[in-house]
């Protein structure tokens, strides 16, 4: 039994709703984790994220990864505001800071980036306050702590330039999670 009704009001709960969800993304394609925290108040969403272990490896250049290097980023964290729009479709600026941890052989450089950008989401109820939302984030590097022409390994003969998130700074995820009212 679907428990949502699709309507062309904002969602605005009776009292202050809070809500708990993690990224399918992080798990099944990045071999981590991202969980977060959303409190709602009205149209207004304050948000709060945490990912961990997330292993970048497998979308960096074929070149860096035939050489053998591997990335991690053993955080990512940040938060966010928004306003619900219609419905449960949502719209949110958010920041985030990511660290980067580069390992070739005995090489074990590091650097961090700072991402802002939006996030557009809708959630669907599918039973009491369990829910499914598909969002669509872009999330360009605003800042970078590596050097100006990268991070140089194996004497320079490997250049390796911050990572984005997902494609140019976009991505999409599928989020799960539980909201109640307090």
């Given at each position: 039994?679907?428990?949502?009704?699709?309507?062309?009001?904002?969602?605005?709960?009776?009292?202050?709703?809070?809500?708990?969800?993690?990224?399918?993304?992080?798990?099944?394609?990045?071999?981590?984790?991202?969980?977060a925290i959303d409190v709602r108040w009205k149209r207004l969403i304050f948000?709060?994220?945490?990912g961990a272990s997330l292993s970048f490896t497998s979308s960096l250049p074929t070149s860096e990864r035939a050489q053998g290097l591997s990335v991690v980023a053993p955080f990512s964290t940040g938060g966010g505001i928004g306003i619900v729009l219609i419905d449960e479709l949502y719209v949110l600026l958010d920041?985030?800071?990511?660290?980067?941890?580069?390992?070739?052989?005995?090489e074990h450089p590091s650097y961090?980036?700072?991402?802002?950008?939006?996030?557009?989401?809708?959630?669907?109820?599918?039973?009491?306050?369990?829910?499914?939302?598909?969002?669509?984030?872009?999330w360009p590097n605003v800042w970078s702590s590596a050097p100006a022409g990268g991070v140089l390994l194996k004497d320079g003969a490997i250049v390796h330039h911050p990572l984005v998130q997902g494609a140019g700074g976009l991505f999409a995820n599928v989020l799960i999670g539980w909201a109640f009212s307090l």
């Open positions: 039994m679907i428990s949502h009704r699709f309507t062309l009001d904002a969602h605005t709960p009776d009292r202050v709703q809070l809500a708990f969800h993690f990224g399918l993304v992080q798990p099944v394609l990045l071999h981590g984790f991202n969980a948000t709060y994220s945490h920041i985030k800071y990511h660290r980067f941890e580069l390992t070739l052989g005995a961090e980036t700072l991402t802002v950008g939006g996030e557009i989401g809708w959630r669907f109820f599918i039973w009491r306050g369990f829910y499914l939302s598909p969002v669509v984030r872009y």
